[in-house]
């Protein structure tokens, strides 16, 4: 099943299927490690929802919700 990383829950894993955007906001997510087929775990979310604390290859990144958004996922049960 495919859903943003934005609609994640606190513990859900997925696998990055596909990273939208344009310009600058793309290559900001590809110089953080945002790239398809990185494993990624929702962490922690900020109260109203952003920021959002992902764990992937081996490092903890926070990141905006809009950014999030731009992150196709593929979920692991």
């Given amino acids: ?18 990273v939208a955007g344009e310009g600058r ?12 087929g990185a494993e990624v ?3 922690k979310k900020a109260p109203l929802g952003d920021p959002l604390e992902v764990r992937l290859r081996g490092y903890t990144l926070t990141m905006r919700k809009s ?6 996922m593929e979920v692991k049960k």
Avoid: N
């Fill in 41 to 43: 775990q929702l962490r």
């Fill in 25 to 36: 906001v793309r290559r900001r997510l590809f110089d953080m490690g945002v790239t398809p």
């Fill in 1 to 18: 099943m495919k859903k943003k990383l934005s609609e994640f829950a606190v513990g859900d894993k997925g696998v990055i299927c596909e």
């Fill in 67 to 72: 950014e999030a958004e731009q992150v196709t």
